[in-house]
Nanobody, 116 residues
Framework: QVQLVESGGGLVQAGGSLRLSCAASRSLFSINAMDWYRQAPGKQRELVATITRSGSTNYADSVKGRFTISRDNAKNTVYLQMNSLKPEDTADYYC??????????WGQGTQVTVSS
């Protein structure tokens, strides 16, 4: 019911910054929440950040103070601004839309590699 396309991943040096984008095929006001997850090789998928329809945000402790989730409702796009990147942030990052009736949809993912 909703298509999500992530972009903005790449290779950066430790301490650098990167901004990920997640473009949705429908209005963000029709989506209960947008999430960013990440999964590193051999590790469990981790919830990184959430922004609700009302605009409230939550972050994993590991990224608080470094990452910021935001949105542009006119563009149906959610962003993840990642600053002070660490090698531990290396992972595939996925956007997820949470809809009513427990429906969720995932993007294809974008790879972030932080070199030391």
């Amino acid at each position: 019911q909703v298509q999500l396309v992530e972009s903005g991943g790449g290779l950066v040096q430790a301490g650098g910054s990167l901004r990920l984008s997640c473009a949705a095929s429908r209005s963000l006001f029709s989506i209960n929440a947008m999430d960013w997850y990440r999964q590193a090789p051999g590790k469990q998928r981790e919830l990184v950040a959430t922004i609700t329809r009302s605009g409230s945000t939550n972050y994993a402790d590991s990224v608080k103070g470094r990452f910021t989730i935001s949105r542009d409702n006119a563009k149906n796009t959610v962003y993840l601004q990642m600053n002070s990147l660490k090698p531990e942030d290396t992972a595939d990052y996925y956007c997820k839309a949470d809809l009513e009736y427990k429906r969720s949809y995932w993007g294809q993912g974008t790879q972030v590699t932080v070199s030391s």
